[in-house]
Nanobody
Framework: QLQLVESGGGLVQPGGSLRLSCVAS????????IGWFRQAPGKEREGVPC????????NYGDSVKGRFTISRDNAKNTAYLRMNSLTPDDTAIYYC???????????????????WGQGTQVTVSS
């Protein structure tokens, strides 16, 4: 059974950093595209970054470019999201998502992903 478990969220001050992890079980991540999405109260779900299965190419949303970094460690069956220079606008529940697709370029389109974690809360506040 496919399972994704996020961790690493919490309360951080503006300007701070966090690293989120997404551990996969029940399958191996090698051939999966991985995406991170977030949703704040009253707002639509937003694609943050994604990383392809073939070549590890990345795609970032405009709001996080230069601040967030997505990575994957297939040996550990884990994906990461490093978040720097956090602002209150980054406050949201963060979800990792996957789709089994052997492709070089990923897209930040939520409906294309068919496996989701339960989410981890990130709160940026002083």
């Amino acid at each position: 059974q496919l399972q994704l478990v996020e961790s690493g969220g919490g309360l951080v001050q503006p300007g701070g950093s966090l690293r989120l992890s997404c551990v996969a079980s029940g399958f191996t991540l090698d051939t999966y595209v991985i995406g991170w999405f977030r949703q704040a109260p009253g707002k639509e779900r937003e694609g943050v970054p994604c990383i392809s299965s073939l070549g590890g190419n990345t795609n970032y949303g405009d709001s996080v470019k230069g601040r967030f970094t997505i990575s994957r460690d297939n040996a550990k069956n884990t994906a990461y999201l490093r978040m720097n220079s956090l602002t209150p606008d980054d406050t949201a529940i963060y979800y990792c998502a996957v789709v089994n697709r052997w492709i070089r370029q990923c897209r930040l389109a939520g409906p294309e992903y068919d496996g989701w974690g339960q989410g981890t809360q990130v709160t940026v506040s002083s």
